[in-house]
């Protein structure tokens, strides 16, 4: 939301991150709702990473007090918002590169999975202090991480598994803007009305969705957001959107040859009706006698 707020509406910075860390609090636990329903969390990770990102996350509120209001500290409070978007991004996808390289399908169970105490706890420790200084990063920086850490579950699972947890990590977070920040109530009420709809309905999809389709989603997001905040203006992300697209379909296409699928189709048919004509039985005539 904090992209949004920024980019599209003119909101400074450090406000728009505080409102939306306050307004969050109310709109993760619809989303953490559906996917507790769905039975796509693992609750000892989550509490694992609640152990260090809800400190860490008071901190980075602080932090980012510290920092400011002028001019060149909002700058720089957007670049690095927009450096950490863009290596969650480029991780992301040296996952997948990854996993397709090593032929890993992420068919683990979310219940299933053998907690790595401290490495989760770190990720936690890092995601919070990114969240309370920039709102960003429980939906993205968070999740790339988790990749990495737990490479069999699928994406759907890890997103169920981080909105558990930036329930705490925002709450903590949330009350560090209250305290340093400066909060924007009318802002934050919009975000709330119109957004808890939209997080009930994306829950519901994700929690759903193949994990083929919702990893490159999140990953299309989070790289355009980044370019956008490390300052390319809009015509040259949108040159840089549109070929990016263009680029994965071509990769897409090369790799799966969809085609392929017809033509097997075509090739089993008239094979079909070989066998047939040769044995002297038509469909027609095997139809009948039976």
């Known amino acids: 939301m904090t992209p949004m707020l920024i980019l599209l509406f003119g909101v400074n910075p450090s406000t728009a991150i505080s409102s939306d860390l306050v307004a969050a609090v109310v709109m993760r636990p619809f989303g953490a709702a559906v996917h507790l329903h769905k039975g ?3 609750l000892r990770l989550v509490g694992w990473m609640v152990m260090g990102s809800v400190p860490m996350a008071f901190l980075g509120a602080y932090l980012l007090h510290l920092m400011g209001q002028s001019h060149v500290a909002q700058d720089n409070v957007e670049r690095a918002l927009g450096a950490a978007l863009l290596i969650g991004a480029a991780a992301m996808t040296l996952r997948y590169v990854l996993d397709r390289r090593g032929g890993r399908l992420r068919t683990g169970v979310v219940h299933e999975v053998v907690v790595r105490p401290v490495p989760t706890v ?7 202090i990114v969240v309370g200084m920039t709102s960003v990063g429980s939906g993205s920086l968070i999740i790339v991480l988790l990749l990495f850490v737990y490479p ?3 994406a ?3 997103v169920g598994t981080d909105l558990a947890q ?3 990590l925002t709450g903590a977070a949330a009350l ?7 909060v924007e109530f009318s802002v934050t009420t919009s975000i709330i009305v119109g957004s808890v709809p939209a997080v009930l309905v994306g829950s519901f999809l994700s929690s759903r969705a193949p994990d083929r389709f919702v990893r490159p989603i999140i990953t299309f997001v989070i790289f355009a957001s980044g370019l956008k905040y490390i300052g390319v203006s809009t015509t040259a992300l949108g040159w840089i959107l549109c070929v990016t697209a263009l680029l994965a379909v071509v990769i897409w296409t090369a790799r799966t040859r969809p085609w392929r699928d017809g033509v097997k189709t075509s090739t089993g048919r008239a094979a079909d009706g ?6 002297g039985v038509t469909p027609v005539d095997e139809g009948r006698e039976t």
């Open 176 to 182: 560090g803007a209250l305290a340093f920040g400066h």
């Open 274 to 279: 070989t066998s047939a004509l040769a044995s």
């Open 40 to 42: 796509t969390v693992n």
């Open 156 to 158: 759907n699972q890890l």
């Open 122 to 128: 770190a990720i936690g420790m890092l995601g919070g």
């Open 152 to 154: 069999l579950l699928g």
């Open 166 to 168: 930036a329930v705490p």
